[in-house]
C-alpha cells in the first residue's frame, strides 16, 4: 500500500500517501471478487501467463501489453489480479512501455 502514516483527530481519517501511486476504481472485480484499480497488473485467463497493465485511456479502462491494449471489461471476471505497477514492477520487465 501507499499508506506512509496515518492520524487521527475527532473520528476523521488522514492518510499521507504517494500521490503517483493512487489509481481509480473501475467499478470492476477479477474472479475472485477482488476491486480492480487502474495501475493494477491482470493475468488473462488464456495464453502466456503475462501481467497486463490496467489503464485509463480515451475515456475508458483498457489491458495494456506493450503497444497493445485491450478492453478491460471483456475480461475482467475470468482474470486474475497478480500485483500493482508499483509494488510489482518487475512483473513488467522485457515488456516495450
Known amino acids: 500500500m501507499a499508506v506512509a502514516k496515518c492520524k487521527r483527530e475527532n473520528n476523521?481519517?488522514?492518510?499521507?500517501?504517494?500521490?503517483?501511486?493512487?489509481g481509480q476504481f473501475t467499478g470492476l472485480h477479477d474472479k475472485t471478487g477482488k476491486e480492480i484499480y487502474e495501475g493494477d497488473l491482470i493475468e488473462l485467463p488464456f495464453g502466456e501467463k503475462v501481467a497486463h497493465e490496467v489503464i485509463f485511456r480515451r475515456g475508458r479502462f483498457?489491458?495494456?501489453?506493450?503497444?497493445?491494449?485491450?478492453?478491460?471489461?471483456?475480461y475482467h471476471n475470468?482474470?486474475?489480479?497478480?500485483?500493482?505497477?508499483?509494488?510489482?514492477?518487475?512483473?513488467?520487465?522485457g515488456v516495450e512501455q
Open 12 to 22: 476523521f481519517a488522514e492518510f499521507d500517501v504517494i500521490p503517483e501511486t493512487v
Open 78 to 93: 475470468d482474470s486474475y489480479i497478480v500485483g500493482n505497477i508499483h509494488d510489482n514492477p518487475e512483473l513488467m520487465k
Open 62 to 74: 483498457s489491458l495494456k501489453r506493450g503497444d497493445v491494449s485491450h478492453a478491460l471489461c471483456i
